[in-house]
């Protein structure tokens, strides 16, 4: 059981005997009234996207996932196929369980499967991953702190420092999706 301020983007959680996973998180405290923990969650069989809205006081189910390294193969049109690289056993999964994570799906990323008695319901992305700029504005300088939109091999637009060129190798943070540092 975890306490409503536990609650993190990412975690998996059983509520009302249906499994979710946390997209986002977010603390509420209103000038008046009492604190709330809100969040986003995703329905891990139907792919729908709800919003909760929880006391602090409140406990929700963590529900146990087992781990299992890992990569991605390719896509056949809604579905996407993973492979262990031990045993090359696959595992397929579809768009809607993935919804979230598709702009950092690359072939041969390695991510961990994570299975709920038996069943794969959702991958857990690293930290931080590496993409190949294939197309942005041309660099400039003296305009520090502004940023443009860059698009990678995966064709996810993600935004970048003025000074990113086409070819770059640039590192983006998976859980917020923002520029950290070029590769």
Known sequence: MLNATQIKAGHILRLDNIIYR???????????????VQADIRNLKTGIKTNIRLRPMDTVDNVDTEERA????????QVYHFM???T??????????????LPYL?????????????????????DKMSFTVVSCDPPSKGSA???KDATV???????????????DVIVINTETGDYVEKG
């Open 22 to 36: 946390v997209l986002k998180v977010s603390h509420l405290t209103p000038g008046k009234g009492n604190a709330q």
């Open 70 to 77: 890992m990569s991605f193969l390719y896509q056949d049109g």
């Open 84 to 86: 262990d690289p031990v």
């Open 88 to 101: 090359f056993e696959q595992t397929e999964l579809h768009e809607e369980q993935l919804e979230d994570m």
């Open 106 to 126: 690359k072939p041969e990323a390695h991510i961990l499967m994570l299975s709920c008695e038996g069943e794969p319901i959702s991958i857990r992305l690293p």
């Open 145 to 147: 702190g502004n940023l």
């Open 153 to 167: 091999e995966t064709n996810a637009i993600f935004k970048v420092p003025m000074f990113i060129k086409p070819g």
